[in-house]
């Protein structure tokens, strides 16, 4: 019956594992957009070693934003990512790990700031893009091919995109250089059955491309884990997850909650752990960095609107006015 | 393509709504089992009339446990549910909100305790009984329905049941007098795929028998939400959720993200946003009570185990030592 034609077309179930699944840790990245990437080195390092430690594939630090748009002064080194900054806490990177960087399109001056590979530390630079800014973002994933790298991009705020504009930006990115693609839920607005339809569209983009399609979900309406676990069961093999979910406005899907669904025994679930309780109780505890599932972030992913308007709400004086904030986003709809 | 296949046996999709589908507010019951079921008067009557303003169809305030059993200077009211407690609340309840009770397996005393439905404000017994239990509940569902009431059955722990049983059980339980029977899971401890073959095979089960399918899911591997949303997209009319996610452990299906997908117009999200931020949000901060997602309950769920172990690490003296547990998780396992 057609329940087992269902069956048939996901890649794998729970009790399985399919070697080619690699997990992108993005803590140090997108946790950076919560304090203007101001880590201290301790921080940083503890992730690093973590992502060694647990058997992560790749490890995103941050950005390599333009400082003539973004002043050094008023961020944290991990907007910029420089290779002195990446040194500090990788040395020459001795382990299994890739080091990963995000190029902004229309944000990164990559003709300077990404340097040939053979100068650099990093692995992979992961292309972020808006769907009109494809042009430059395909200049960028040519540029920093040729330069030597594994490139990706990150196709932003999905959910935001018109059924024959995404099959346009599909079409063109699956004939780059790109080695994946994300489908990137960046409003957290999306339901599983919605990723399951995106996944099998990107796949089917990439057929016999040698590309590999991937995940970036957000928690807004608490799905940010079961959406990636739907695109993974449908054929998604590029995960990006980040400890203790850490990540702008409502987050990631959790680090944690992915080694415990994944049966390859490469990924360890202690260390991760062991690096939440140590280092990531005590910056939640401080109260500087929030982050994590709240209904004005919900409110916003049910409404498909960017969560900086929540954001802003947080950090304002009437913080847990859910009411006020429900009344003003449907006015503003 | 088999795609569409699965569209098929999918009951409706993001953008339709079912008009079967019930929602079961299970606030002051699941509640009930963080604070001893005592909740003050003011609280359990703010979310009865935010039910009735939100149009939920249907309100559960606690068990009906047995005193001789539970000595009741140790419980709060809730426990017990006796008639003039519910009154202080709804009065006869002059509304369309259905009021429930739970009745457990041999922990209630229903020959006595379950008056006859012309003298009790109750509209709906759920009977919650683990397998073993299941010849107990059958006498207590024809009980209740005898004297009046719908019966549901909630069959607990699903997933520490083996294939066989579950098969015998739901062939019994279809044959008795309920109208509805609930997948309950309990630990938190299910992936979407394997709700969606639960719900699958329970609505086989009562095919032609006019008997609808429930989910109460649990927050455990924050995936209650979504589970929910995996057994009503295949058919569970029934569902369970509470305002704030409140409920023992991790909790449960968040009633205001429930709000947000389902688009029956009946539904009401602000007088639910309005109770929590009145009253949840206070409660959370005088901080005797706790629920909600955390990584000691992923632990158990990851594990399939009850969460009693991770309920009192976080009662105990190391609330935040996860590896402790985890270690101490895995040499009992």
Redesign the interface.
Same mark, same amino acid.
């Given at each position: 019956m057609?329940?087992n034609?269902?069956d048939?077309?996901?890649k794998g179930?729970?009790l399985t594992y399919r070697p080619e699944i690699k997990i992108m840790d993005c803590t140090i990245r997108d946790g950076g957009l919560i304090n203007d990437h101001k880590f201290e080195d301790g921080f940083v390092k503890a992730v690093y070693k973590t992502c060694v430690a647990a058997g992560i594939d790749a490890m995103e630090f941050g950005y390599k934003a333009d400082k003539k748009i973004f002043a050094p002064g008023q961020f944290g080194d991990w907007k910029f990512c420089d290779e002195d900054t990446l040194r500090r806490i990788v040395d020459d990177n001795p382990t299994d790990l890739k080091i990963a960087v995000m190029a902004d399109a229309e944000r990164t001056n990559y003709h300077s700031d990404i340097l040939p590979k053979s100068e650099s530390v990093i692995d992979i630079v992961r292309v972020a893009t808006y769907v009109h800014q494809i042009p430059t973002a395909l200049e960028m994933i040519k540029d920093a091919h040729d330069k030597g790298y594994r490139v990706t991009c990150n196709l932003m705020a999905v959910s935001t995109i018109q059924e024959n504009e995404l099959g346009e930006a599909l079409e063109v990115l699956s004939n780059s250089p790109v080695c994946a693609i994300f489908i990137v839920d960046s409003f957290g607005a999306y *339901?599983?059955?919605?990723i399951r339809a995106l996944a099998?569209k990107f796949l089917r983009a990439v057929e016999g491309k040698g590309i590999e399609i991937g995940i970036h979900a957000h928690?807004n309406?608490?799905?940010?884990?079961?959406?990636t &676990?739907?695109a993974l069961?449908f054929g998604a093999n590029r995960i990006d997850a980040t400890m203790n979910g850490m990540g702008r406005g409502a987050g990631n899907c959790?680090l944690? &909650?992915l080694l415990?669904?994944l049966k390859n025994p490469k990924f360890q679930?202690?260390p991760v752990?062991?690096c939440?309780?140590e280092h990531f109780?005590p910056l939640e505890n401080a109260g500087n960095m929030e982050w994590g *599932?709240r209904?004005p972030y919900?409110i916003t992913g049910?409404m498909n609107q960017h969560p900086r308007s929540a954001i802003k709400m947080r950090a304002g004086k009437n913080p847990?006015? *859910?009411?006020a904030f *429900?009344?003003q986003m449907i006015e503003e709809e």
């Open positions: 057609s329940e034609a269902k048939q077309l996901a179930t729970w *339901y599983s059955e919605q099998l928690n309406q608490m799905l940010a884990y079961a959406n &676990l739907e069961i959790p944690e &909650l415990g669904f679930l202690r752990l062991e939440i309780q109780l *599932y209904i919900m049910q847990d006015d *859910y009411v *429900y009344d």
